[in-house]
């Protein structure tokens, strides 16, 4: 897929990052995924990604205990895994024309057109939600997403929510200043994302009745790229390689562990319970 990101801009104000290149529309992401039937059955085929989403959920939760939404499921590929695994689930996406493909090739999945921001169930009506890479793109913060996520999710359910992060590696380049200081009065025209600040996350969370009981750190090797300069260049080859070689994907494997392990995940996956109101 093609990379949407030019340039990296630090937020001192809101201590966080922001991504600066093509604007987060519907029609961006319709146009990166560019679903037809073929792309629409590649997507949904099993993945070890899909497979490590499935048991984090089963860790947390039993099908029995309710519907799993993933709002903002984008082609599907986690919703199609969910419910190969046993579990009721439900797509929220608002990218228009891929929810269409995916509702034409493949109806027997949950998946409905709509907006994270105003989400068409009714209150305490899943057991879990995933979110993946969704709260960071709103640049008027993600307090509209959360009360939604605590209004549909029922008293014990659990929120798995991910994002780009302030990692040890982009905190110390901001207080070096190595990033150009941002100054937006208002949303720039290609604003992308933010790497959101892990602290600031967990605090919106909880004042919105979501108690932290877990959290993972992931992709070492995609939070360094285009952070080390020529380094970020000469790594991206390998990063993007999708050819057979054991011993290459190997390779990947151990300079992606070794990367997170020292600091420089690109983002963090948080559990949270939700308490009773």
Known sequence: MENPISSRLFDKANDRLIYIGKSATPDLWDTL?????????????????CDQLV???RHHLDPSEGAILEGGCGRGQYVAALTRA?????????????VKALNEHAPDLDIRFGDVRSLPLQESSVAGYWS???????????????AEMSRVIKDGG???CSFPFLNPMRQL???MGLYP????ESEPSDFYQFALSKPVVVETMSRHGFTLVGETRLAGFKGILGELGPLSSALEPLYEYEGNSLFVRGVRKAVDLLFTKIGC???????????AR
């Open 33 to 49: 995924w560019s679903m037809d039937r073929e792309a629409v059955q590649r997507s949904l085929s099993p993945t070890r990604d």
């Open 55 to 57: 048991a984090v959920t």
């Open 86 to 98: 046993g579990f009721k689930t439900i797509g929220i996406d608002y990218a228009q024309e891929t």
């Open 132 to 146: 993946i890479g969704v709260i960071e793109h709103f640049w008027d913060g993600f307090e509209t997403l959360a």
């Open 158 to 160: 659990c929120l798995f």
């Open 173 to 175: 380049k901001a207080r």
């Open 181 to 184: 200081l941002a100054e937006f």
């Open 265 to 275: 995940s690109h983002s963090i996956q948080l559990v949270f319970r939700r308490r």
